[in-house]
């Protein structure tokens, strides 16, 4: 089984400034995982995964992620955050090749980033 | 390209009263989920379909939910009799499987929230 944590539920941040968004993750067998996006009154949208590979992972909107195997983690960021990054984000994990050859994914409790103008 | 339809937006009824939720995919994906969000916590998987056979429904509260997915394309969510701790955002998703490669993605509804008094 998997889990999940993301220690942060809310992170207030300047616009401009720098953003880490932290996920930690447990599982007995290797994963892939995911970062999720939440805009206001969408669904839930793919912002980035890692699957194999390079352990460093961008988004076509500036984010990045970093998969570390040693400490479990892969934490989310961007240098410089806009008014609409404002937006829920969802850390999730998969066991490979799972069930149909589908994901299966475990989600954390997401953290709400508030962009302040 | 159309989205994951999800009906109805909000739903509100009493303990003890059933209700169904319906969700179309996207043209041509050949699996289907359904997750329940609490408020507060991330979308946890209910059951998986693949066209129209269930995949994975070991965390489905079979006593009172059900779901199928007749003519493997849209389907059905229902819960009867309701209970307080069902309220929640109920959404729907689907995906074209590829065996777990980079190029498979989920797409989410917008789905649907249920508050039972």
């Known amino acids: 089984a998997q889990s999940v944590t993301q220690l942060d539920s809310q992170v207030p941040v300047f616009e401009e400034a720098p953003v880490e968004l932290r996920c930690n993750y447990s599982?007995?067998?290797?994963?892939?995982l995911f970062w999720y996006v939440q805009y206001p009154n969408q669904g839930l949208q793919l912002l980035l995964k890692y699957l194999s590979g390079s352990t460093l992972v961008e988004s076509i909107n500036g984010f990045e992620a970093e998969f570390n195997k040693s400490q479990t983690s892969f934490h989310l960021r961007k240098p410089s955050v806009h008014i609409s990054d404002t937006a829920e984000y969802f850390c999730a994990v998969s066991p490979p090749n799972s069930g149909a050859g589908s994901y299966q994914l475990t989600f954390g409790k997401g953290t709400k980033l508030s962009v302040i103008p | 390209e159309a989205g994951v339809a999800q009906s109805p937006r909000y739903k509100i009824i009493e303990k003890r009263q059933s209700v169904a939720f319906w969700c179309n995919p996207i043209?041509?994906?050949?699996?289907l989920y359904w997750y329940q969000q609490i408020l507060g916590q991330g979308p946890k998987l209910l059951i998986q379909f693949q066209n129209n056979g269930v995949v994975d429904d070991s965390q489905l509260p079979k006593d009172r939910f059900s779901a199928e997915r007749l003519k493997g394309v849209d389907s059905t969510l229902k819960i009867q009799p309701a209970k307080l701790e069902d309220s929640a955002v109920y959404l729907c998703a689907s995906s074209i499987p590829t065996g777990g490669t980079a190029n498979e993605k989920l797409f989410f509804g917008s789905g649907t929230q249920l508050s039972v008094l």
């Open positions: 043209s041509g994906h050949a699996t």
């Open positions: 599982s007995s067998v290797s994963v892939y």
